[in-house]
């Protein structure tokens, strides 16, 4: 239980640095990003504190020019995936017994290293280089985010453990204790977002789990980085294990364990569904059931009133759909736009991506980078193949890709007649808006539309002045998104302001970025103390008188 003492407080936001011209922290950056590009790393598995290499290896690319490698990865094979479940459960032993305090201020340092010293630069530079992000949006994720959510947790982590039952009568003491779950922790990150990378490992780690820790193959470099740093915060060995590979060789093995004990996962939803049933079909094998925590999909929608700020509607499709290459879960994908409205915000749209710079991230003016990999290119360019050739369909503005030097997609707009059509259902994950232009006097009927038109509820936005037409869209859009934004641009998620997570197909809404998700990994055990226990078994309503 808390002590007074240790109270952890309740911490701010992690400012963001703008790394305008002449700024300091844009000359440590831009030497950081030269130092990093000139070499090419051996990034090895890291098992119970140890190095391990296999030799069965694959490089780290430049997705925005990807003939320039800067680190080779080493794959886990079966043997160094049981190593890892080994140490991790020897870790298990004096991890789950260390107090709350100890085990939290790793992370509450990891969080000071990030923020005040040269890991901020590090890890803002692997992020830019590996994943092709421009400053900014490296900045807000593996710097303020991903310290935020060491910070945060640690809050979170004491709140949960103040929690104690409301009354204890006189004689008694009643007590609630919140252990780490059985197992391990199997947590699977994907490639857009080194602070979610960092945080589904360390969430489960604060609460007194151990965990496995998975990262994307196209984000190994700034995953290795995490590990680096956590290691220099004073991570116990074994605690995270490190393990790079092929994840549908890699989570059989982990999920066949007995020892298996949850997923923290955020990726694709046939991903996460194909490992929910694995587990479901190992069941007679675990100690527990294992929890399942995961953010998957999305098909994120902006919905716009007649009553909409038109500048402000246009920024928000800009900034939802384009930031990032629209390579986010919560990116806007689909929009709902009245005709009142169109004529002016298309031409509005135009303008605006008509001044749009995508180049190399080196180059602080570009607002657009490269898509990750090569099977993202094939992947979005299908949907802009199947547009162009549709009849329901037609360009706004884009269309054109080009991955000679690297994987570089335009901005795309594309405006349909069928609210149903292909790229308003699909999740596509790249820089696609699709926009459906409805009559002014079908709002309510656009918006049931809308709320059934795609599996997914991750993020959505209304934009209107007027409050009747927000109140409506509220109501309807109900269940349509897990983060409802009015008036903003349905990304960029603050841990401790905005918790994020969906439900239907986008996940279990576990709500990342709040103690909802901590909770998640514990175990309750409730204890009574009795001070003075009866000693004769009659009760008064058994006397005969």
Same mark, same amino acid.
């Given at each position: ?7 952890? &407080? ?65 794959? #886990? ?142 984000? #190994? ?12 915060? %004073?991570?116990?060995? %074994? ?94 994908? !689909? ?126 936005? #209304? ?26 641009? &349905?990304?960029?998620? #603050? ?5 994020? %997570? ?35 078994? !009659? ?7």
């Amino acid at each position: 239980m808390a002590n007074a003492i240790y109270n952890v &407080p309740l911490p701010p936001n992690e400012p963001v640095k703008n790394y305008a011209p002449g700024s300091p922290e844009r000359a440590a950056l831009k030497s950081k990003l030269e130092e990093l590009q000139k070499q090419q790393i051996d990034i090895p598995i890291i098992i119970g504190g140890k190095e391990i290499r296999t030799g069965d290896t694959e490089n780290c690319v430049l997705p925005h020019d990807h003939k320039t490698i800067i680190g080779k990865y080493h794959k #886990v094979s079966e043997k160094e995936v049981n190593m890892a479940i080994n140490s991790a459960m020897q870790a298990q032993k004096f991890w789950s017994q260390m107090d709350w305090e100890d085990r939290i201020a790793v992370f509450l340092k990891a969080a000071d290293l990030l923020s005040l010293t040269e890991w901020r630069y590090i890890l803002n530079a692997a992020t830019m280089l590996a994943q092709s992000k421009n400053v900014f949006q490296a900045e807000i994720d593996s710097a303020a985010e991903l310290a935020d959510f060491f910070r945060f947790n640690a809050y979170y982590a004491m709140q949960i453990y103040e929690q104690q039952p409301l009354h204890s009568p006189f004689g008694m003491w009643n007590k609630m204790e919140y252990r780490p779950l059985e197992g391990f922790i199997f947590a699977v990150s994907p490639f857009n977002f080194t602070s979610i990378a960092g945080n589904l490992p360390t969430s489960p780690a604060i609460m007194g789990n151990v965990a496995l820790m998975k990262p994307a193959s196209s984000a #190994v470099y700034s995953g290795y980085w995490i590990m680096k740093l956590l290691q220099a915060a %004073g991570l116990p060995d %074994g605690v995270i294990n490190f393990i790079p590979g092929t994840g549908s060789k890699i989570g059989n093995l982990v999920m066949g364990s007995e020892h298996f004990g949850g997923i923290h996962f955020t990726g694709s939803t046939p991903t996460f569904q194909s490992m929910w049933k694995t587990a479901a079909g190992n069941l007679s094998k675990y100690k527990s059931y294992p929890r399942i925590v995961g953010e998957t999909g999305g098909k994120d929608f902006i919905f716009a009133h007649a009553s909409s700020d038109l500048e402000a509607l246009g920024t928000a499709l800009i900034r939802g759909a384009f930031e990032y290459q629209g390579q986010k879960c919560s990116a806007a994908s !689909r929009a709902y736009v009245p005709k009142s409205l169109w004529t002016k915000l298309k031409d509005y749209l135009v303008s605006e991506l008509k001044s749009v710079k995508m180049g190399d991230v080196c180059d602080f003016t570009n607002f657009m980078n490269a898509v990750i990999d090569k099977n993202a290119f094939n992947s979005i360019t299908s949907y802009i193949e199947y547009a162009k050739k549709s009849s329901e369909a037609e360009f706004v503005f884009g269309g054109m890709y080009d991955d000679s030097k690297g994987y570089f997609i335009e901005p795309a707009i594309i405006q349909t007649t069928n609210p149903k059509f292909k790229t308003m259902e699909e999740e596509i994950f790249g820089p696609v808006l699709t926009i459906f232009v409805y009559d002014d006097n079908k709002y309510e009927e656009t918006l049931h539309l809308c709320d059934e038109t795609s599996g997914y509820a991750l993020t959505g936005a #209304v934009f209107a002045l007027d409050r009747k037409a927000i109140e409506l869209a509220d109501k309807i859009l109900t269940n349509a998104a897990g983060n409802f934004y009015i008036n903003d641009k &349905p990304t960029g998620a #603050v841990v401790g302001q905005q918790p994020f %997570g969906g439900a239907r197909a986008s996940g279990t809404n576990d709500k990342a970025g709040s103690y909802l998700n901590l909770i998640r990994w514990v175990s309750a055990r409730t204890i009574k103390e009795n001070f003075i226990p009866p000693k004769n078994y !009659r009760y008064p309503f058994m006397s005969e008188k």
